[in-house]
């Protein structure tokens, strides 16, 4: 099976002041366009699936332009027939249950998987299993999902986890609310 992996995609994030031709933000574009060229790539590859391990987009609650550019996305997979897992990342991860998640707008289309509610969830796609570990609101938290995680004997697991892994300093960003799995801790 082949999968197109892909993370930290900031879906609606701006920065600085310069606009596009059609007076958007254009570091929103250029990200909104590298995007577009990923799912380009995945579709003409024919991959099997697309794994989006965390942060599709730059805030719990992003601009309607930024949900819009994803489902216009995420449904070119779903009409592709080739399934796409997501897990919320601590940048669109709410702190708050009651917020709510942009995730759910996802979860009624066809081959889509979405893992947002801070707790552990397998994804089964014929002899492959996606394990998947979302951002949690606090590091212990995060360690007792991880915890769950284990091998299906027979399949092919694939662990898929929103986190900086501590020994390996260039794998932690330092941010803010940001999980941590030790070296080691999975199988």
């Known amino acids: 099976m082949r999968f197109l992996h892909v993370s930290d995609t900031h879906l609606g994030h701006v920065a600085y002041t310069k606009l596009d031709e059609n007076g958007y933000n254009q570091r929103e574009a250029d990200i909104f366009n590298s995007f ?14 697309v794994l989006h391990a965390g942060d599709l987009f730059d805030s719990i609650r992003p601009s309607n332009r930024a949900i819009h550019f994803a489902l216009e996305q995420i449904l070119r997979f779903s009409e592709a027939d080739v399934p796409f897992v997501a897990i919320a990342g601590n940048h669109s991860s709410p ?3 009651e917020t709510g998640s942009v995730f759910r707008l996802f979860e009624h289309l066809k081959g889509i998987s ?3 509610a801070g ?3 397998k994804v089964e796609m014929g002899d492959i299993t996606v394990h998947c570990v979302p951002h949690c609101t606090t590091q212990d938290a995060f360690a007792e ?9 027979g399949k092919t697991n694939v662990a898929m986890l929103h986190c900086g892994v501590s020994g390996v300093e260039r794998f932690a960003m330092g ?4 999980n941590i799995l030790p070296s080691g801790a999975l199988w």
């Open 175 to 178: 941010e803010f609310n940001e």
């Open 36 to 49: 577009k060229q990923a799912v380009d790539k995945a579709l003409s590859l024919k991959v099997d699936a």
């Open 114 to 116: 979405v893992v947002y």
């Open 95 to 97: 702190r708050l249950r």
């Open 145 to 153: 999902e991880v915890r769950k995680v284990a091998p299906i004997p």
């Open 119 to 121: 707790a552990y969830e």
